[in-house]
């Protein structure tokens, strides 16, 4: 490790208050594998999965990192990084196949054994319901775009509340409902793979309800741990002072950010400005009954942070891992580079001072109505070789990861810019290198390095870097 890590780990150690928790977190289809195993049914991703063109070099997610069969060995790398908490997702489909009706015993156990094996290492669960897996047959009746996955949500939800919920020590029901609805239903570059555009909107309140429901449903189970939600957030900038640039920064704003949080958080859907009422319409005519189904008191607000988006006027050269989607291109918009930041493997800025000004925006929304925070996902991909042998330098993790939880401490500390803000954590995406959705295996986020051919884990500097803190801390 580098002498200027090890500076950075005393200083940041030093600004940790003693109940902060240092995790990881990951998801369910990123490293299991094992998809057709142990009873598992197939979800939307599967099946999104094996249409050609859909992933990067048509990597398959059937193996990932094999964690259905490792999850000892990995629980082990934990227990050795020294973290608090581990925030994994539960797979629908591997507890109840079809989305609804009988639960999956094998499904059940694996959970179970992974939490307690989570207990015994002193970890405490974070357990998320939906990072992405729908069920197939319930994708194949719309998924999201279906208001009734709201309510199969909440079933499946408090059949987990019910297995788990004496040890589970912290639930988020979803995962970035953004992403779900912007690249799934919005513009298929992930599963499903609709590209409806502004259409896609019901996905939105779908997603939100089934969150409100679940909370609802948790909670009638029992369960002891907290409840909250994690949603993606990013502030968003014009590309330039034009006002076309301005106002469709708002529009990309309100899509990104407010459609999710305002509802949970406030109780109602954001006004659009006056041009962007007619796409918006859909989410204008939510009973109040499912408004307050949504508007749940929740026990922390999960925050994932990346890069900040920069907006500009007209269709261009937007793009994702498997190129510029012809949805994208009938957008009346696409996001812009900041030239003044450097980038990561997926070409995102670094921007870790805008995780700070991301949580004073936050507080200055919504105020007293935002729960004490834990940032649930923080990390980036840097390119790194497929085989290795020997360490791994990955000071531009290192650097990513130090920077960004130096920036949410300053932030939150008194004097800080979100000094008001209640921070409680900071998840690093993610502890293994994993199926990165429609990156394939092309973007490596791990603390540990994962050989896809043998499945060798290998811990990078940034393990040890992390470890480092975490030990430094109980000094
Ligand atoms: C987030 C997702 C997570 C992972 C990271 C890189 O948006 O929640 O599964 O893909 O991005």
């Given at each position: 490790?580098?002498?200027?890590?090890?500076?950075?780990?005393?200083?940041?150690?030093?600004?940790l208050?003693?109940?902060?928790?240092?995790?990881?977190?990951?998801?369910?289809?990123?490293?299991?594998?094992?998809?057709?195993?142990?009873?598992?049914?197939?979800?939307?991703?599967?099946?999104?999965?094996e249409?050609?063109?859909?992933?990067?070099?048509?990597h398959?997610?059937?193996?990932?990192?094999?964690h259905?069969?490792r999850?000892?060995?990995?629980?082990?790398?934990?227990?050795?990084?020294?973290?608090?908490?581990?925030?994994?997702?539960?797979?629908?489909?591997?507890?109840?196949?079809?989305?609804?009706?009988?639960?999956?015993?094998?499904?059940?156990d694996?959970?179970?054994?992974?939490?307690d094996?989570?207990?015994?290492?002193?970890?405490?669960?974070m357990?998320?319901?939906?990072h992405?897996?729908?069920?197939?047959?319930?994708?194949?009746?719309?998924?999201?775009?279906?208001?009734?996955?709201?309510?199969?949500?909440?079933?499946?939800?408090?059949?987990?509340?019910?297995?788990?919920?004496?040890?589970?020590?912290?639930?988020?029901?979803?995962?970035?409902?953004?992403?779900?609805?912007?690249?799934?239903?919005?513009?298929?570059?992930?599963?499903?793979?609709?590209?409806?555009?502004?259409?896609?909107?019901?996905?939105?309140?779908?997603?939100?309800?089934?969150?409100?429901?679940?909370?609802?449903?948790?909670?009638?189970?029992?369960?002891?741990?907290?409840?909250?939600?994690a949603?993606?957030?990013?502030?968003?900038?014009?590309?330039?002072?034009?006002?076309?640039?301005?106002?469709?920064?708002?529009?990309?704003?309100?899509?990104?950010?407010r459609?999710?949080?305002?509802?949970?958080?406030?109780?109602?859907?954001?006004?659009?400005?006056?041009?962007?009422r007619?796409?918006?319409?859909?989410?204008?005519?939510?009973?109040?009954?499912?408004?307050?189904?949504?508007?749940?008191?929740?026990?922390?607000?999960?925050?994932?942070?990346?890069?900040?988006?920069?907006?500009?006027?007209?269709?261009?050269?937007?793009?994702?891992?498997?190129?510029?989607?012809?949805?994208?291109?009938?957008?009346?918009f696409?996001?812009?580079?900041?030239?003044?930041?450097?980038?990561?493997?997926?070409?995102?800025?670094v921007?870790p001072e805008?995780?700070?000004?991301?949580?004073?925006?936050?507080k200055?929304?919504?105020?007293a109505?935002?729960?004490?925070?834990?940032?649930t996902?923080?990390?980036?991909?840097?390119?790194?070789?497929?085989?290795?042998?020997?360490?791994?330098?990955?000071?531009?993790?290192?650097?990513?990861?130090?920077?960004?939880?130096?920036?949410?401490?300053?932030?939150?500390?008194?004097?800080?810019?979100?000094?008001?803000?209640?921070l409680?954590?900071?998840?690093?995406?993610?502890?293994?290198?994993?199926?990165?959705?429609?990156?394939?295996?092309?973007?490596?986020f791990?603390?540990?390095?994962?050989d896809?051919?043998?499945?060798?884990?290998?811990?990078?500097?940034?393990?040890?870097?992390?470890?480092?803190?975490?030990?430094?801390?109980?000094?």
């Amino acid at each position: 490790m580098t002498v200027q890590g090890s500076v950075a780990v005393q200083v940041l150690a030093a600004r940790l208050s003693p109940g902060f928790t240092l995790g990881v977190a990951s998801a369910a289809f990123q490293i299991e594998g094992s998809l057709s195993a142990g009873g598992r049914g197939p979800s939307g991703w599967d099946a999104f999965a094996e249409k050609p063109g859909s992933i990067l070099d048509g990597h398959s997610p059937a193996v990932a990192c094999d964690h259905y069969n490792r999850a000892p060995e990995d629980v082990e790398l934990m227990r050795a990084l020294g973290i608090d908490s581990y925030r994994f997702s539960i797979s629908w489909p591997r507890i109840q196949p079809d989305g609804t009706g009988p639960f999956n015993a094998a499904g059940l156990d694996f959970y179970d054994r992974l939490i307690d094996q989570l207990l015994e290492a002193g970890i405490s669960p974070m357990a998320t319901l939906y990072h992405w897996d729908t069920p197939l047959p319930l994708e194949h009746r719309g998924g999201w775009m279906n208001r009734s996955t709201a309510e199969r949500f909440a079933e499946y939800s408090a059949a987990a509340g019910r297995r788990f919920g004496d040890r589970v020590a912290q639930w988020v029901t979803l995962n970035e409902p953004v992403s779900v609805t912007l690249n799934g239903y919005a513009l298929g570059v992930h599963a499903p793979g609709h590209d409806l555009l502004f259409k896609a909107l019901p996905s939105v309140h779908h997603q939100l309800l089934g969150h409100g429901l679940a909370v609802q449903a948790l909670r009638a189970a029992g369960v002891k741990g907290g409840i909250g939600v994690a949603n993606l957030h990013s502030p968003v900038r014009p590309a330039s002072r034009k006002i076309s640039d301005r106002l469709l920064a708002k529009v990309f704003d309100l899509m990104m950010n407010r459609v999710y949080a305002d509802p949970i958080l406030l109780g109602h859907y954001p006004k659009p400005p006056l041009i962007a009422r007619p796409w918006f319409r859909s989410l204008g005519k939510a009973s109040d009954s499912d408004l307050r189904n949504i508007h749940q008191p929740l026990d922390f607000y999960g925050l994932n942070y990346y890069c900040p988006v920069k907006v500009a006027t007209g269709p261009g050269p937007d793009h994702s891992p498997v190129g510029t989607t012809e949805a994208m291109a009938r957008l009346p918009f696409h996001t812009a580079d900041f030239p003044e930041y450097g980038t990561t493997g997926f070409g995102w800025p670094v921007a870790p001072e805008h995780l700070g000004i991301l949580l004073r925006e936050l507080k200055d929304r919504y105020g007293a109505a935002l729960p004490p925070l834990y940032i649930t996902e923080s990390g980036a991909s840097f390119p790194e070789p497929d085989h290795v042998s020997g360490p791994i330098a990955d000071t531009n993790r290192i650097d990513y990861l130090a920077s960004h939880l130096g920036h949410a401490l300053a932030a939150t500390s008194p004097g800080g810019i979100a000094e008001d803000v209640e921070l409680l954590g900071y998840y690093v995406w993610t502890l293994l290198d994993n199926f990165e959705w429609a990156a394939g295996f092309s973007q490596r986020f791990g603390l540990v390095h994962v050989d896809f051919d043998t499945l060798e884990r290998t811990p990078k500097d940034s393990y040890y870097w992390y470890q480092a803190l975490a030990r430094a801390r109980r000094a």
